[in-house]
């Protein structure tokens, strides 16, 4: 469509500019010969036509053809003069100048002097292949650089995760519509090279033709499209060279990746002695991605559909059930830009040793992997505390933060305690939550940010419900 449009405006703007030197080369009106091709050395009678209007019209006593002057009677009813011509060895182009009162010059035409009536060329064809000429190469070019563009940005899509940020997506669109192959680059060059194109068929027009068949403003029309063509091509090379100083540096801030250039590996993984399967595995390591994307984890090549956390430097997984404890399974993991690691081994463990059927935690040690909602709470408001080792029951379990013990625990299970945070902490403060299971055991310390109300409020009633 803007190519079309492009195109468009750009065979408009030719015609516009023909129109101009038309009217600056226009002095006097205008008056048309019949027939205007002359053969060499005869002395036809011709019919000069011009607007009766024309102040001093109804007043011409003789009209000067190439420098003879022949007598005239006055203009008939519609306007039109007959004239007998002078004899004219010559090829070529010469002036009329139709001469009224007082000897002053009422209107202005051509006239040509030819070897043969007989023309070698259509001059509307000529016309239709011009226009041919200077619209289809960049119409077609640019369609042609559009389609290309419209590619790049799809293979471009299709690496970007199903998470990113729609002002991401927008920010990286604009950027490369700013580069050679971006509509803005597409749009200057198409203006460019029509220009040229004009220009080129001008100065044809000029070499090729005889001086008969040019017509009057060739002159102005050749110096007012060498200007406007030297005006443009400074626009479209200057804006080229201020953009690229403009354009971003590839060291400022990027969009996440998803590892599509780093190969992947697994240097270790939490709890470095396995861990049971329905149980959290945190895999450590690099060139992952700082988002999932199509990335994916394997065990044994069976693909791990839980996965909690993902991080270009750590994963963190559910390990699948169908594993035995003391198992060895390789872990693999694929980024988003369908590059894998080596296999690295894991130990699948025993699950904790039950005493009793409802444990307090007292063999076990709880440390906290995570919370709901992960990026922060309100006062006042539920958080879930995951982990392990907490317990099947509170027992005389307890969670504190920042050494503040909480009142209201609503529910405890060994994997995840749903807690009220406590009064008394500002948004965006950080905080340490412990939990001691019924044991007496404690898990280390873990931050939690207490959030702010803004854009939290909704999502924590939502939590609530």
């Known amino acids: ?19 101009a030197a038309f009217a600056a080369a226009g002095e006097l009106p205008p008056v048309s010969p019949k027939p205007d091709r002359i053969l060499k050395g005869t002395a036809p009678t011709i019919i000069l036509t011009g607007d009766k209007n024309t102040p001093g019209w109804k007043d011409i006593n003789k009209v000067n053809i190439g420098g003879h002057v022949v007598a005239v009677q006055a203009p008939g009813a519609d306007g039109g003069i007959s004239l007998p011509l002078p004899k004219l060895n010559i090829v070529g182009r010469v002036d009329i100048e139709v001469i009224g009162k007082d000897d002053r010059p009422v209107a202005s ?15 509307y064809w000529i016309l239709i292949l011009y226009i041919l000429i200077i619209a289809i190469p960049p119409a077609g070019s640019n369609i042609y650089d559009i389609y290309l563009s419209y590619r790049e940005r799809r293979e471009v899509l299709k690496l970007l995760s199903g998470n990113a940020k729609i002002a991401e997506v927008n920010t990286l669109l ?13 749009t200057r060059g ?15 027009h000029l070499v090729v033709f005889t001086p008969s068949d040019i017509p009057k403003i060739a002159d102005q029309l050749l110096t007012l499209l060498a200007g406007t063509l030297t005006a443009i091509t ?22 996440p990746k998803t590892g599509g250039a780093a190969t992947p590996k697994i240097t270790g993984f939490n709890p470095s002695d396995g861990a049971p399967a329905g ?16 990335g994916t984890v394997t065990f044994d090549n069976t693909k791990v559909t839980d996965i909690k956390d993902w991080k270009d430097t750590s994963i963190k997984v559910t390990v699948p059930s169908g594993f035995t404890p003391g198992q060895d399974v390789s872990i693999v993991v694929t980024n988003g830009g369908g590059k894998c690691s080596e296999a690295k081994t894991v130990k699948i463990a025993s699950p904790p040793a039950r005493t009793d059927g409802l444990k307090t935690g007292g063999a076990a040690t ?3 992997t995570g919370f709901n909602p992960s990026d922060g709470a309100l006062a006042g408001r539920e958080l879930e505390v995951i982990g392990e080792g907490f317990g099947d029951r509170q027992g005389n379990g307890t969670v504190t933060f920042d050494n503040t013990k909480v009142t209201d625990i609503k529910d405890w299970k060994d994997t995840s305690i749903k807690v009220t945070v406590p009064s008394g902490f500002t948004p965006g403060q950080d905080v340490f939550i412990v939990v001691t299971n019924g044991g ?10 207490i959030a702010s109300p803004v854009g939290n409020e909704k999502k924590q009633e939502n939590n609530a419900g």
């Open 1 to 19: 469509m803007r190519a079309r449009h492009i195109s468009f405006f750009a065979v408009i703007g030719m015609f516009v500019a023909a129109a």
């Open 174 to 186: 604009e950027t490369m519509d700013k580069g050679p192959s971006g509509l803005t680059g597409l």
């Open 279 to 294: 149980r959290e595995l945190e895999v450590i390591g690099e060139g992952f991605g700082d988002q999932q994307g199509s």
């Open 440 to 449: 007496g055991k404690c898990s280390e310390a873990k931050t939690f940010k």
């Open 234 to 255: 400074g626009f479209y090379f200057g804006s080229r060279t201020t953009a690229q100083a403009a354009a971003p540096s590839t060291s400022g801030p990027s969009l």
């Open 190 to 204: 198409t203006i460019a090279v029509t220009l040229i194109l004009v220009l080129a068929v001008a100065i044809f």
């Open 366 to 368: 709880p440390k906290i």
């Open 109 to 123: 035409g051509q006239l040509n002097y030819v070897e043969s009536q007989e023309r070698s060329y259509n001059s």
